[in-house]
């Protein structure tokens, strides 16, 4: 490791990776290698080994998941949407590069198309090879990878639609995007939401993962207010990703039709989702039900 | 700020408090200002105001408690319990220096008296003075503080009955100890919790935090594997506390009769527990339902 990249600190030999999102609190994690590094056309790329969290994908220097606990969040903005629709066919993952919620989608048989938007193509490509622990090495028929900007991509189908060609409508779309800056940053806003509900199926749903209610709560009262103004049944849910800053996070289900999770079939092979957890996943803390509550102001 | 304690570091004129706990994952915190400092007989205290996080007590370098999220493990840790037992009047607190647990005890007028054992009586001293965001002021006549070893206290209880004394049982024990490093070991002990079975009445409970499923799994098994032997009900919850390295903290629940939480009638103010976080704080994850299910080793 004689070179080594901008957000990576040398301090008496050891190596560190210092996370400066937050300013006045720092997670400094420390490394054992460097197993990828790039810059690409839109972020710069790591794939780290660390002591702590195993294996690591760090986007311009914000860890994004980690080997020892990335499953709590991939499983739960997938398979909670995933079990609120009784019969996906057809799913669209916008973003999710680490390819771990596209493995979880894969998991369900009766779903016959999983089209994967992802902006970044040499995030997927670092993930495949170097984080499998995330990625399970995804190598299904049914996966479309589609290297694109999912704002662009969803202006198309809506355009196709104005055009008169008919559309391929989505049962379930999953918004695993990274923070609403840099890439993502359209990914929270709502046109972009307005154009999503165009391209779901008449009982149609997408999940979005919507900032930490501790440090982002804003972010988080504004995706959720965004979508209540534009479907009809809006709700949140949480959980904890040890390495995101807060460790509480939040996600949203906005719904033309369906309301409500149905755990009583539920029978994949996860690390954290369960019964219990799918049917008490809307159970939230009452600090975060008075953000939702509070007055709009988007 | 011209001394600091060696717990703080100064870097380029700013001030931060460095957890070294977790060797290769630290949490620096950035500080405004050092509000107390001082060694007791049992450890180093301090109560520092922080840049994210707002005032937080830090003993021997940790951060026990924050304004910020405290509520949240107060109140996880208080209402649980009290919402398992019907009719709670006489409450044990072992620990919970910083006062949060007895306000949250205090918030039931059925409870005729709340003994609060803690080993040091500057933690309380300071909390009350320096953290009224935590200890709320807390001054109710049913409080009745015991500066004393808690192990001490429970053996002594248990001589008292050895020797024909009639004892004074309790309803509901809660354990708020901090880590089992220092002062607190011996509460994470089976000859400890063998102690208190005998101060419960013979349809009581005790509570008590059993450390993150993420970095501490072993002592999180160890507490609920200990309990288990003597109790004929052990359950364990989750919460997450955004400062507690991990976020994922555990709690476990052993009692002799009494195994549901009853939210139905909750009417407390709070921040963090309502009816829906009681009813479903069962609902725990895949990974640390097989931590709990793996052998025992104790």
Redesign the interface.
């Given at each position: 490791m004689d070179k080594y990249p901008e957000f990576i600190k040398q301090v008496d030999n050891e190596y560190w990776l210092v996370e400066t999102e937050?300013?006045?609190?720092?997670?400094?994690?420390?490394i054992k290698d460097i197993l990828f590094c790039w810059q690409s056309n839109f972020q710069h790329i790591m794939i780290l080994d660390?002591?702590?969290?195993g294996k690591m994908l760090v986007l311009d220097g914000i860890v994004q998941t980690t080997a020892?606990?990335g499953f709590?969040y991939n499983e739960m903005i997938t398979h909670v949407p995933m079990n609120i629709h009784p019969n996906p066919r057809k799913v669209l993952i916008i973003g999710g590069g680490d390819c771990g919620a596209a493995r979880e989608v894969a998991k369900y048989p009766g779903v016959k198309r999983i089209d994967m938007v992802e902006i970044d193509e040499m995030v997927v490509k670092a993930c495949l090879e170097h984080l499998p622990e995330i990625s399970g090495n995804l190598c299904d028929p049914r996966v479309n990878f589609i290297f694109k900007d999912g704002m662009k991509y969803i202006q198309d189908l809506n355009r196709q639609n104005d055009d008169g060609i008919e559309k391929d409508l989505y049962d379930v779309v999953i918004v695993d995007s990274s923070d609403p800056v840099g890439p993502a940053t359209s990914l929270f806003e709502a046109d972009f939401y307005r154009l999503l509900y165009n391209v779901l199926e008449d009982d149609g749903l997408m999940a979005c993962q919507s900032e930490s209610p501790?440090f982002y709560a804003k972010t988080m009262k504004n995706t959720y207010d965004r979508l209540s103004a534009i479907f009809p049944i809006t709700r949140l849910y949480?959980t904890?990703?040890?390495t995101?800053?807060?460790?509480?996070w939040s996600f949203t289900i906005a719904s033309k039709k369906y309301a409500h999770v149905n755990p009583s079939k539920f029978d994949k092979e996860?690390?954290?989702?369960?019964k219990?957890?799918l049917?008490?996943c809307?159970?939230?803390?009452?600090?975060v039900?008075k953000i939702l509550d509070t007055q709009t102001q988007c």
């Open positions: 937050a300013g006045n609190y720092k997670l400094h994690y420390k660390s002591y702590t969290f020892a606990d709590i501790v949480t904890t990703v040890p995101y800053p807060g460790g509480i996860t690390i954290c989702v369960n219990e957890i049917e008490s809307f159970a939230i803390p009452e600090f039900k």
